[in-house]
């Protein structure tokens, strides 16, 4: 049963950088055929989808908020999901999780379209 780990969370400044990686939490498997989403919670917020894409065709869906800013990306033979988060601002930072579901025609933002989740990995963006 496919298990997910995240990782590369951490402490930056405002304006910075991070890249956040998910991936199967046995090597041997991939997230091949899965759409992959990453999600936010910050303390006392709701969850919030940020990125998804899609395994059928590669498309990808950004929330309103991150556009122009983070990146989804299918990397390592599909072994893993990246997220590049650039000009890091205050507001970002929350729990990131990232989440599977089993390809569909498209990927969503919202998190009941998912059932596979990771545990989650931390983002404190300081000024």
């Known amino acids: 049963q496919l298990q997910l780990v995240e990782s590369g969370g951490g402490l930056v400044q405002v304006g910075g950088s991070l890249r956040l990686s998910c991936a199967a939490s046995?090597?041997?498997?991939?997230?091949?055929?899965?759409?992959i989403g990453w999600f936010r919670q910050a303390p006392g917020k709701e969850r919030e989808g940020v990125a998804c894409i899609s395994f059928r065709d590669g498309s990808t869906q950004y929330a309103d908020s991150v556009k122009g800013r983070f990146t989804i990306s299918r990397e390592n033979a599909q072994k893993t999901v990246s997220l590049q988060m650039n000009s890091l601002k205050s507001e970002d930072t929350a729990d990131y999780y990232c989440?599977?579901?089993?390809?569909?025609?498209?990927?969503?933002?919202?998190?009941?379209?998912?059932?596979?989740w990771g545990q989650g990995t931390q983002v404190a963006v300081s000024s």
């Open positions: 046995k090597f041997y498997l991939s997230l091949e055929k899965y759409d």
């Open positions: 989440a599977a579901v089993l390809m569909g025609v498209r990927c969503y933002l919202q998190s009941y379209e998912y059932d596979t």
